[in-house]
């Protein structure tokens, strides 16, 4: 086993390991480590002076927050495409809809060819939103990864991410 920032990793050295249930284990145990320390050193963290956007709002929770992200990425998606694509309860999602509804972040329609679905996507206000979030995240990110990580440590990151991105795609 390998020991990384408090985790265990089983030792990969074969292409044959990666077929084990201790690859796949290790596999999943990176994703979570990467998922939490991404949240709380940049989407959570309660160090950043600057105030997030969807904070104004209530739109804290990672729920939440993943909806108007998925909203604004890929445009209007029916109510239980909103809640599957987030893991989010049915009813939970609807109650979120209707106060982004509410606070004027989105709005619901129904298509001419089928009135029965309903639709949600996100208002000019929203997209604004979203837009001004991004802006603080990306300030927020700068002033951790300046302060943390040299040059050739950013880089790093940067063409290690894409990488990953690159395979995570191809799943």
């Given at each position: ?45 309660k160090e950043n002076v600057r ?121």
């Amino acid at each position: 086993m390998v020991e990384e920032a408090g985790k265990e990793y089983a030792e990969v050295k074969t292409a044959k390991d990666t077929d084990s249930d201790e690859f796949f284990e290790s596999l999943g145990s990176a994703f979570s480590e990467f998922i939490a320390v991404y949240n709380k050193r940049l989407v959570f963290d309660k160090e950043n002076v600057r105030v997030k956007p969807l904070d104004r709002y209530n739109l804290g929770g990672s729920s939440q927050r993943n909806t108007v992200f998925l909203l604004a990425r890929s445009g209007p998606k029916s109510m239980s495409e909103l809640a599957d694509n987030v893991n989010y309860d049915r009813g939970n999602m609807t109650r979120l809809v209707d106060y982004l509804v509410k606070q004027g972040l989105a709005r619901r329609f129904q298509q001419e060819n089928n009135r029965k679905q309903v639709y949600v996507e996100l208002t000019a206000k929203g997209y604004a939103l979203i837009d001004e979030e991004g802006d603080v995240f990306v300030k927020n990110m700068r002033d951790k990864v300046r302060d943390k990580l040299d040059d050739a440590e950013r880089l790093d990151l940067l063409e290690t991410l894409k990488k990953a991105a690159s395979y995570l795609k191809r799943l």
